[in-house]
């Protein structure tokens, strides 16, 4: 096996942390390639369970690029995605995964050095827990 | 999943080389092609060009295309143009969905060719399955009310409320000074055309006061801002001098931010700034107006003035917040009051110590009339600066001429302008407030300098003039009225037209157990009655499509339209698939 990319699913929003993300790209600041993005309305809107799938299906984390104070749609948006982050942390211990599998922070409209160093540092955060052990507790799924 | 099969075009651009300098998109398009629904899937240089888009209107109709992928920039700037070719076409436009390989794989990746091609067939794959899922829309139509908030009442922001008040709209202007003009109420005879600033600003000021739909508030600011396009809630705060302060609320269709500039201030000791008889070039176009017969500075006359051009732009050499750009303006600006000057005190001498001179387009003409008028131009090397010395009484610019071969010159001057350039205005208030994103200028961000130049990443909220970018006053209108355009075609129609992706509630699965009605900040969820049950509904029009209402649900039964369990699920399940070679 080649040296262990942490493959990370980050769900941002439309409107505030995705144009940081692409104000990262104009920048030319770069990531590890093993990230990918799925924008959403609203960091409110993320469920659990996707998290849970993204986890099963393959990857080695899940990040949401939260709105935060910055969110124009729900007002109490960081309590809310902080409620999901840790419904989801509980079904991954249920399978005996980690919950620093999944993190959350705001990154916000012009948060390009932000989230650079975000992924920087769950990658490496990522790389120290190993890959996912992927399927329900007690199985443990080797990689590929 | 979907009950006749799905005919999906894709379509991936090379954008110039912008992605296929660091995505091998033909290696991309080889790896999608086969997919479940794909019926057409070719690359393109230029998606976005009349040639492709006129090829992808052609494959919808020929092949009877009921969904289309593009995988191209940010959706920030083409997820229009793609949508409305797909309504050209007879395609349900919220049947298309854009890829961003460029901002979020190619350029975030110029160092990982391989990473980033396999992390681009991922997302295309993503977008296909989600095309697969997704089912025709139609728009929800809010109404838009006829007013526009003006933010700033400079030159920008006055001719785009008289403008916009003769289409019909009613206009609100928010000025945080005491009077308006911005910098041009400051300045006597302007370049080109010789107009007197302080009189511009004065009659845009009263053309403005003609306008009954023009309303004005003087020391005021916008405090918040709530709602969206078409019917923003805003609260202004007055501060008149010396009485109570108040707040007004008032609720607009869209905003135009016209906040402007602030001129560069030297460090301490940038070229002896500081010093007695170093000015800038705002400081040195008010001894311009103020002389009478005779140069004045501090009570001593001037006979001799030293321009020094590119002071606070063009800066270079390492460092984060370096002004990098040119700004515009000063090289005409500074030209134009040499030659006032030389006319208004006859005598006087102008040496320009100058980098490039870029008084461009029909301003070359300014260029040629200083140097006709006895202006005199020295070039200097952008890593050899004139030194400015003090002897004394008097200042001594000292450079090496590279127009007479690298020669040192040195001249003694009386009065030393600094030709200052523009900055962002500090507006950290304004910017929360609006959430309005900044470039690492610090100036206000449009989504794309050519296609969409005034528009923001906030639907609604449009920028124009200096607080853009450097601009002159002309360009600063120019700006201004393509603002004026847009809010207006949006607000006289009286509608618009909000993306359909509402939240839904599956009546079937749903069993009214409560808990979304309290988690939609909006009201929009209502109880109905279901058969013999009850179950949840969305009222669309009140529904802003967050998801707020989608955790909450213990059956999955609220869904999100564009954003279903399924849609989600599937672009999970590609994204997550490894290409062979990164196992
Ligand atoms: C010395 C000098 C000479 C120049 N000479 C020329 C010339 O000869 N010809 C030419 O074409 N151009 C000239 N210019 C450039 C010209 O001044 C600008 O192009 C023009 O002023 C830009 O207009 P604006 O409305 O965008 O910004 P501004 O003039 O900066 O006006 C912005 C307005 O917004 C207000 N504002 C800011 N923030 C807020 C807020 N948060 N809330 C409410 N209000 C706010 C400000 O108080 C101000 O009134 C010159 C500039 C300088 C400095």
Not at chain 2, 214 to 240: C, D, M, Y
Request: aromatic residues 6%; neutral net charge; glycine residues 8%.
């Amino acid at each position: 096996m080649s040296e262990f990319k942490p493959r990370i699913l980050v769900f941002s929003t439309d409107n505030v942390s995705d144009p940081g993300i692409d104000l990262a790209g104009r920048n030319k600041m770069h990531y590890p390639a093993s990230v990918f993005v799925v924008s959403l309305p609203c960091s409110s809107g993320v469920k659990p369970r996707w998290i849970v799938r993204a986890i099963d299906r393959g990857f080695d984390g899940v990040f949401i690029a939260a709105d935060g104070s910055d969110c124009s749609l729900v007002p109490d948006c960081t309590r809310r995605t902080a409620a999901t982050v840790a419904a989801a942390q509980a079904l991954l211990k249920e399978r005996s995964l980690e919950p620093a599998r999944v993190k959350m922070a705001a990154v916000c409209s012009v948060c390009a050095e932000s989230f650079q160093k975000h992924m920087a540092a769950f990658s490496e955060a990522l790389r120290k827990l190993g890959p996912s052990q992927r399927g329900p507790a007690g199985s443990v799924a080797g990689r590929g | 999943m979907e009950e006749k099969k799905r005919k999906i075009g894709v379509y991936i651009c090379h954008c110039g080389g912008n992605i296929s300098d660091h995505v091998d998109v033909e290696e991309v398009r080889r790896r999608i092609e086969k997919e479940y629904g794909v019926t057409v899937a070719k690359t393109s240089m230029f998606t976005c060009s009349d040639a492709s888009q006129n090829e992808m209107m052609k494959d919808i109709q020929e092949q009877g295309l009921d969904g289309m992928v593009v995988a191209s920039c940010s959706p920030k700037l083409h997820l229009t143009t793609f949508r409305n070719l797909s309504t050209r076409a007879g395609l349900n436009p919220f049947q298309y969905v854009q890829v961003n390989i460029r901002e979020q794989c190619s350029w975030a990746h110029s160092d990982d060719h391989q990473g980033a091609t396999c992390k681009a067939a991922n997302l295309v794959g993503a977008g296909i399955e989600k095309a697969l899922r997704q089912e025709a829309l139609q728009p929800i139509r809010v109404t838009s009310v006829k007013r526009v908030l003006v933010i700033g009442a400079g030159i920008a922001g006055l001719r785009a409320a008289i403008e916009l008040a003769d289409l019909g709209v009613e206009v609100f202007v928010v000025e945080r000074e005491a009077r308006t003009g911005g910098w041009v109420a400051e300045l006597g005879e302007m370049f080109p055309a010789g107009k007197v600033g302080s009189e511009l600003a004065a009659s845009l000021l009263a053309e403005a006061r003609k306008r009954p739909n023009v309303t004005l508030f003087l020391n005021a600011e916008l405090a918040e801002k709530s709602g969206h396009i078409g019917e923003f809630e805003l609260a202004i705060r007055v501060r008149p001098p010396g009485l109570a302060e108040e707040t007004v609320r008032i609720q607009v269709g869209a905003m135009l931010v016209t906040t402007g500039f602030a001129e560069y201030e030297p460090k301490p000791g940038e070229y002896a700034f500081g010093q007695p008889g170093v000015v800038t070039l705002s400081q040195f176009e008010k001894l311009l107006q103020e002389g009478d017969g005779r140069l004045l500075h501090q009570g001593r006359e001037v006979r001799t003035v030293a321009f020094i051009y590119c002071v606070g732009s063009r800066q270079c050499g390492e460092g984060e917040d370096l002004n990098r750009w040119c700004s515009r303006f000063c090289c005409s600006a500074a030209c134009h009051q040499a030659v006032l000057a030389a006319k208004r005190f006859p005598g006087l001498r102008s040496y320009h110590f100058y980098r490039d001179m870029r008084t461009y387009g029909k301003f070359e003409t300014i260029y040629e009339e200083a140097g006709k008028t006895g202006s005199v131009f020295l070039r200097f090397h952008e890593e050899r600066p004139p030194r400015v010395e003090r002897d004394g009484d008097s200042l001594r610019v000292v450079v090496q001429d590279l127009l007479t071969g690298g020669d040192e010159v040195a001249l003694e001057a009386d009065l030393v302008v600094l030709v200052t350039g523009m900055t962002a205005r500090a507006n950290d208030a304004l910017t929360r407030v609006l959430k309005l994103p900044l470039g690492a200028d610090r100036f206000y961000n449009e989504i794309h300098p050519k296609l969409r130049p005034v528009e923001t990443v906030i639907d609604g909220v449009y920028i124009a003039g200096a607080c853009q970018g450097p601009k002159n006053a002309g360009e600063s209108v120019v700006s201004s009225l393509a603002a004026v355009a847009k809010a207006a075609a949006l607000l006289i129609k009286g509608y618009v037209d909000l993306q359909p992706f509402v939240a839904y509630v599956r009546a079937d699965v749903c069993t009214w157990c409560g808990k979304c009605q309290p988690a939609c900040p909006y009201g929009a969820i209502e109880k109905v009655a279901y058969g013999d049950k009850e179950v949840a509904r969305v009222i669309d029009v009140l529904c802003k499509g967050c998801g707020a209402c989608l955790p909450p649900c213990p059956v999955d039964a609220t869904q999100l339209k564009g954003y279903t369990d399924g849609q989600v699920e599937a672009m999970i399940d590609v994204l997550a698939r490894e290409a062979e070679h990164e196992r």
